[in-house]
């Protein structure tokens, strides 16, 4: 049994940027670089609950990236270098929670804002941004939006203050489903998703585009969970199991996709 999963974790990308920002500067005198006032980056994520796993990872890559920027002098502008500054907001995976968390960022002087393991979240956070921006123009921040690839993001609901590195996730399935398209043994896909909008919508183009590029590949099953709230899939492998499936088609990301890996094994 195959498991056909997007990448939901490219923080790598966000890492590379930062790290590279300043990679032909001179190594600076470590304590003019803490006098200067720092640019503060808040990342924004659910550091506990469901999906600490995911959002810890995140944090690692980020942590990497601003000590690596910071030993060179920092970013260079055009009066002179300034250090990155990493501030940390634990959303516990909640939009509200999100919410009050990016109050507390702005009260810090956060000129960027970093979140990205839930589309919903990071809809309801570029939204307060816009509103923020207008309200407070010398205080504008802008968004960084390195994994929420729910497509809505950059076309109805596109930002001038959103900035995402990743593909969304209409480009990943497209990818996905061409390599369904050239495997002719496939013939049974089974399409599995967390219950809110990005895995709803996960499981809808998955079926559109095997339909479009495959006519012939049955999807012999579909199922949405309640996200961050299923402790075994053994249920749900049992089911795909039973279905005959070759594929298994999943937006699934941090803790459910782990276990739904471990339960598949």
């Keep these: 049994m195959k498991i056909a999963v997007p ?19 001179q190594a600076a005198d470590p304590a003019r670089v803490a006098a200067v006032e720092p640019i503060r ?39 002179g270098k300034r250090p990155l500054e990493l501030l940390r907001f634990d ?20 000129g960027f804002v970093l979140q990205g393991n839930s589309s919903a979240t990071a809809a309801a956070l570029i939204d307060a941004l816009e509103k923020h921006n207008e309200r407070e123009p010398p205080q504008r ?28 996730a209409d480009m990943r399935l497209a990818a996905l489903t061409d390599v369904l398209r050239d495997d ?10 967390q ?9 809808k183009r998955s079926r559109e585009m095997i339909a479009a590029k495959r006519p012939d590949i049955q999807i012999v099953g579909s199922e949405l969970h309640a996200i961050g709230r299923v ?6 492998v049992a089911k795909i199991r039973a279905s005959g499936a070759q594929v298994v088609l999943t937006g ?13 094994r």
């Design 7 to 25: 990448d939901l974790f490219r923080t790598a990308a966000l890492a590379f940027a930062l790290a590279t920002t300043t990679s032909t500067a």
């Design 41 to 79: 980056l808040a990342l924004i994520e659910g550091l506990s609950g469901p999906f600490a796993n995911a959002g810890e990872a995140v944090f690692r890559n980020l942590v990497w990236a601003v000590e690596r920027v910071n030993a060179r002098g920092g970013v260079t502008l055009p009066n």
């Design 91 to 110: 959303s516990k995976g909640n939009t509200e929670e999100a919410l009050a968390m990016l109050r507390g960022a702005l009260d810090r002087h956060a």
């Design 141 to 168: 921040a802008v968004f960084l939006n390195y994994s929420a690839v729910e497509p809505a993001l950059t076309n109805e609901r596109c930002s001038f203050w959103h900035f995402r590195f990743d593909a969304h």
């Design 184 to 193: 002719a043994a496939v013939k049974k896909v089974f399409l599995i998703g």
């Design 195 to 203: 219950d809110y909008s990005f895995g709803q919508y996960v499981v």
């Design 231 to 236: 402790k075994d899939f053994a249920p749900y």
């Design 252 to 264: 699934n990301w941090g803790n459910d996709l782990t276990l739904l890996i471990k339960a598949a």
